[in-house]
């Protein structure tokens, strides 16, 4: 299972962020193995439609769990919609 998370940082050791849509980064991680990536949320600075690009991303980078903050309830839709738990 890969896990997405919303972040100050891209690593480990960041905080959670508690926007999604427009947090700076995810932390993509493999909680069996530890394995994880960094990435940088493109939809951070968008004017609007921020939270289904990033829902978007989320559902792009095969993650099936994500642990943030605050969901928009197009956000929510749209990863519902997927099948990520939020």
């Given at each position: 299972m890969k896990i997405a998370i919303s972040a100050h940082q891209p690593n480990l050791d960041s905080e959670i962020d508690a926007r999604f849509g427009r947090c700076r980064y995810f932390v993509f991680v493999d909680p069996q193995t530890m394995d994880f990536t960094g990435a940088e949320n493109p939809n951070a600075a968008i004017p609007g439609g921020a939270g289904i690009g990033t829902a978007q991303l989320v559902v792009q980078q095969g993650a099936q769990a994500i642990i943030t903050g605050?969901?928009?309830?197009?956000?929510?839709q749209a990863l519902s919609a997927a099948g990520i738990q939020m």
């Open positions: 605050n969901l928009g309830p197009k956000a929510q």
